[in-house]
Nanobody, 114 residues
């Protein structure tokens, strides 16, 4: 499975972006899909994820600002990011779990200026 993230860019603090992650195959029935980010010098962290049953989970720092969603017909996972802060600056990548294997995409860079 190949994943391609897009939608990153440079935005001012308080602004919004919508990230997309398109898979090379159908995501129908894939329960675990999520977004991660890695800032320079930091470890990769989970940002938002769908788990079994379709429940969405968020890291505390983005709760109320970010929203994860999916469109199975388009094989695409989204991350709507509002009220962006400079500390949200990172490379954002998507991931899914299929038959016990984890797949990653190359990511898209988000830069938030103050």
């Amino acid at each position: 499975v190949q994943l391609q993230a897009s939608g990153g860019g440079l935005v001012q603090a308080g602004g919004s972006l919508r990230l997309s992650c398109t898979a090379s195959r159908s995501i129908f029935g894939i329960d675990v899909m999520g977004w991660y980010r890695q800032a320079p010098g930091n470890q990769r962290e989970l940002v938002a994820i769908f788990t079994s049953g379709g429940t969405a989970h968020y890291v505390d720092s983005v709760k109320g600002r970010f929203a994860i969603s999916r469109d199975n017909a388009k094989n695409t996972l989204y991350l709507n990011m509002n009220n962006l802060k400079p500390e949200d600056t990172a490379n954002y990548s998507c991931s899914l779990r299929l038959l016990g294997q984890i797949y990653w995409g190359p990511g898209t860079l988000v830069t938030v200026s103050s």
